[in-house]
C-alpha cells in the first residue's frame, strides 16, 4: 500500500513537472514581447532596457528556464507584470477562497439536486417525475454554461429581479452567489443523476431490497436508508472526477459574473499578458486536479486490494 | 390478401401493410430503428443551414443597419436585430456554417491523432506503449479549457487556431478508448493468423484492426463534435475563439451579454442553436453506443 501510494505520488510530481516545461515553453516562444504592453508609448529604449533585465528577458531561453525552475523548488513562480507586480502565488492565493466558495456551493447544489432527483426517478421508472427528469439531464448535459448563466440572470435578475446579476457588489452574500453557482453547478446534475438512477435501479432489483419490501417498511425508508447507501459508492467517485470539469467551468462562470476567482484572474491575466501569472495559475489547477487523481486512485487501492497488485 | 416475405407480420398485423412498401424504405426504416429522429433531422437542417448560409439567410451577417439596432422580433427580422442592427436570424444561420466546420474538422484531426497513437500503442505494446500512455495521461492533466485559452491568446484568435487547439487537446478520449479495443482484437484468431502468416505491423494495422475500430470511433466522433460545438463557442464567447465580426454563436452571445437588460431575444436565439446541436449529437452518439455495444446501454 504505501510503495503504490509513493509511485503514485512520484507520477504525480513528474506530470506536473511537465506541464510547467510545457506552459513555460509554450508562453516564452509563442507569445510576443510582453513589455511591449507593459510600457506606456512614449517610453525611452532605456526604460525599455531595464524592464527587460528586470524581468530577465534579456537572458537565454534556457537559462530563464533555469531560473524558473530554482525558483519553482522554492515555491516562487515569480512575480506578476500586471496586479501591482507582486508575487503570483500571492495574487493566486488570494483569488482562491472567492472561487471555493463558487464551486463548493455548485458542487453541493449539484449533488443535492442530482442525486435526490436520480434516486427518486429509480424508484418510479418510466414516471412523468422520471421522464421529466431525462428531459433535465439531456438539457443540462447540452447547455454550455454560459448560456445557463444569461438565461438565469434574465430570468432572476432582469424578469423578477430577485437576484442581483454580474459585478454587483451589495446586498447579501448569498444572494450573490446563488446565481453563479447554480450556472456552474447545472452541468453536473445530469452526471450525478444518470449514475444515481443507474446503480439504484440495479440496487433496487436486488435480494435484500425485496426483503426489506417484504418486511414491510414504508417505501421512504427502503430507498434512502437501505437502497440508498449502497448505490452511493460511485456516485461518490463522480463527485472527485467532476473537479477538472468543474475547473474550466468556473473560467467562464466567474468572467459572465464578474466574480473575483482564479478562473477570471486566468483570463484577466491573459488580456493583460501577464505570463507569470497565466503560468501560476494553470499551474496550481493542474496541480489541484492531480492531487485529486491521486487521492482518487489511493482511495480505490485502499478499498479495492486488486488495484494495487495490478502494476 | 397480400402476401409478403413476411407473411406471417401481416396476418399478426393486417394494417401494417409491408409489403407494399418499397425494400431500400423498409432498409432505411429497419436501419433507423429506435433512432433519436428529430436530432437526426436537426443536424441535416443544420448542415443545410450551413451549406446553404448565403442562400436562405435574409440578410447580410456582418453588414450593419443603424435603423434596426435592438429591433424586437417582427416580421423584418424573425429573431430581431443586434445592437448593431444585423438581422439574428441570418447570424445564426451563419454561425451554423462556423461551428459545424471548426466541430467537424478539429474533431477529425483529434480522432486521427488518437486513433494513430492507439493502433501504435496497442499493436507495439512494450515500452512503446507505456511511454504513448504517460503522454496521453498528461494531456488528460491539463486544466483543458485554461490550456486552449493560454494558446490560443497567443497564437491569435482565428478559425485556423480554434481548430488547431481543440484538435490537439482532445485526441486523449479516442487513444484510451480505441486502445482497448486494440489490445482486445489483438487478442483475437483472426488477428492471431496473420501474425502467423507474415503480416507486418502495419498491414495488421491498417488492414486488419483499424476496420474493427470504426463503430467505437464513429461513436466517440459524434459524442465529441458535440463537445466541440460548445468548446468553440466557449472560447468565442470568452473573447478568444473565432475574431469578430464573423458571426459565431459564441460571440454572439457574448455581444448579447451587454444588451441582456434591454434585448431579451439577443441572447436566446444564438444559445438555443447551441444547445439543440450539441443535444443532437448528444442523443445520435448514445443511439449509436447502444446499437453498436447493446450491453453498454444507459439504464
Same mark, same amino acid.
Given at each position: 500500500m504505501g510503495r503504490y501510494i509513493i509511485t503514485r505520488i512520484l507520477q504525480g510530481v513528474i506530470t506536473l513537472w511537465l506541464i510547467s516545461v510545457a506552459v513555460f515553453f509554450i508562453l516564452r516562444l509563442g507569445g510576443g514581447n510582453p513589455i511591449d504592453y507593459m510600457l506606456p508609448e512614449d517610453a525611452t529604449p532605456e526604460d525599455y532596457q531595464l524592464m527587460t533585465e528586470s524581468y530577465g528577458f534579456d537572458k537565454p531561453i534556457i537559462e530563464q528556464y533555469w531560473i524558473y525552475n530554482l525558483n519553482l523548488m522554492q515555491g516562487d513562480l515569480g512575480n506578476a507584470m500586471a496586479f501591482d507586480r507582486r508575487p503570483t502565488v500571492e495574487v493566486v492565493w488570494e483569488r482562491l477562497p472567492a472561487?471555493?466558495?463558487l464551486g463548493g456551493t455548485a458542487l453541493v447544489i449539484a449533488i443535492v439536486l442530482g442525486v435526490t432527483v436520480g434516486a427518486v426517478s429509480a424508484s418510479k421508472p418510466d414516471s412523468l417525475f422520471d421522464? *421529466? $427528469?431525462k428531459i433535465l439531464a439531456i438539457s443540462a448535459q447540452s447547455m454550455p454554461i454560459f448560456w445557463v448563466g444569461i438565461l438565469l440572470i434574465l430570468l432572476f435578475s432582469v424578469y423578477l429581479g430577485w437576484l442581483p446579476s454580474a459585478g454587483a457588489v451589495d446586498g447579501l452574500a448569498i444572494k450573490r452567489l446563488i446565481l453563479p453557482a447554480t450556472s456552474l453547478g447545472f452541468f453536473l446534475i445530469a452526471s450525478h443523476m444518470r449514475i444515481t438512477r443507474s446503480t439504484m435501479l440495479e440496487v433496487l432489483e436486488s435480494d435484500y431490497i425485496k426483503m426489506v419490501r417484504a418486511k414491510g417498511l414504508p417505501p421512504r425508508m427502503v430507498l434512502w436508508k437501505h437502497a440508498f447507501k449502497n448505490a452511493?459508492? /460511485? %456516485?461518490?467517485? *463522480?463527485?472527485? &472526477?467532476? +473537479?477538472? $470539469? *468543474?475547473?474550466?467551468? !468556473?473560467v467562464i462562470t466567474e468572467t459572465i459574473f464578474s466574480w473575483p476567482g482564479v478562473g477570471r484572474l486566468l483570463v484577466d491575466s491573459l488580456i493583460q499578458r501577464d505570463y507569470p501569472t497565466?503560468? !501560476?495559475?494553470?499551474? +496550481?489547477? !493542474?496541480? +489541484? %486536479?492531480?492531487? &485529486?487523481?491521486?487521492?482518487v486512485d489511493v482511495m480505490y487501492a485502499w478499498l479495492d486490494p486488486r488495484i494495487? &497488485?495490478?502494476? | 390478401m397480400l402476401r409478403g416475405a413476411d407473411n406471417e407480420l401481416i396476418l399478426r398485423r393486417p394494417w401494417r401493410i409491408t409489403a407494399v412498401i418499397p425494400k431500400p424504405v423498409r432498409r432505411v426504416n429497419s436501419a433507423l430503428r429506435g433512432? /433519436?429522429?428529430l436530432s437526426l433531422l436537426f443536424i441535416v437542417f443544420a448542415l443545410l443551414c450551413a451549406a446553404f448560409a448565403p442562400v436562405i439567410a435574409p440578410y447580410d451577417p456582418i453588414k450593419t443597419d443603424f435603423s434596426a439596432?435592438?429591433?424586437? /422580433?417582427?416580421?423584418a427580422h424573425w429573431m430581431g436585430a443586434d445592437n448593431q442592427g444585423r438581422d439574428i436570424l441570418s447570424r445564426t444561420i451563419y454561425g451554423a456554417r462556423i461551428s459545424v466546420r471548426i466541430a467537424v474538422i478539429a474533431v477529425f484531426l483529434a480522432a486521427s491523432v488518437g486513433t494513430l497513437v492507439a493502433l501504435v500503442a496497442g499493436v507495439f505494446r512494450g515500452w512503446v506503449d507505456t511511454v504513448l500512455m504517460r503522454i496521453t495521461d498528461g494531456f488528460m492533466a491539463l486544466p483543458y479549457l485554461m490550456v486552449a485559452l493560454m494558446v490560443v491568446s497567443l497564437m491569435g484568435a482565428s478559425i485556423t487556431n480554434v481548430i488547431l487547439v481543440i484538435g490537439l487537446l482532445r485526441w486523449m478520449g479516442f487513444a484510451r478508448v480505441?486502445?482497448?479495443?486494440v489490445l482486445r482484437l489483438m487478442e483475437s484468431d483472426f488477428v492471431r493468423l496473420a501474425r502467423v502468416a507474415g503480416a507486418s505491423r502495419s498491414r495488421i494495422m491498417f488492414r486488419h484492426i483499424f476496420p474493427n475500430v470504426i463503430n467505437t470511433l464513429l461513436v466517440l466522433l459524434t459524442l465529441e463534435i458535440g463537445l466541440a460545438v460548445i468548446t468553440e463557442s466557449s472560447l468565442s464567447f470568452l473573447g478568444l475563439g473565432v475574431p469578430r465580426p464573423e458571426p459565431s454563436w459564441g460571440s454572439m452571445l457574448r455581444d448579447a451579454q451587454q444588451y441582456i437588460y434591454i434585448a431579451w431575444w439577443s441572447p436566446v436565439f444564438a444559445g438555443l442553436a447551441i444547445t439543440m446541436l450539441v443535444m443532437s449529437c448528444n442523443l445520435v452518439g448514445d443511439w449509436l453506443r447502444d446499437r453498436t455495444d447493446p450491453t453498454r446501454r444507459q439504464l
Open positions: 472561487s471555493l466558495h421522464r *421529466l $427528469g452511493s459508492i /460511485p %456516485v461518490f467517485t *463522480l463527485f472527485f &472526477v467532476n +473537479f477538472a $470539469g *468543474l475547473i474550466s467551468g !468556473a497565466t503560468q !501560476a495559475v494553470i499551474f +496550481f489547477s !493542474a496541480a +489541484f %486536479v492531480l492531487c &485529486v487523481n491521486i487521492f494495487r &497488485v495490478a502494476r | 433512432a /433519436p429522429k439596432i435592438l429591433e424586437t /422580433p417582427s416580421s480505441i486502445r482497448g479495443e
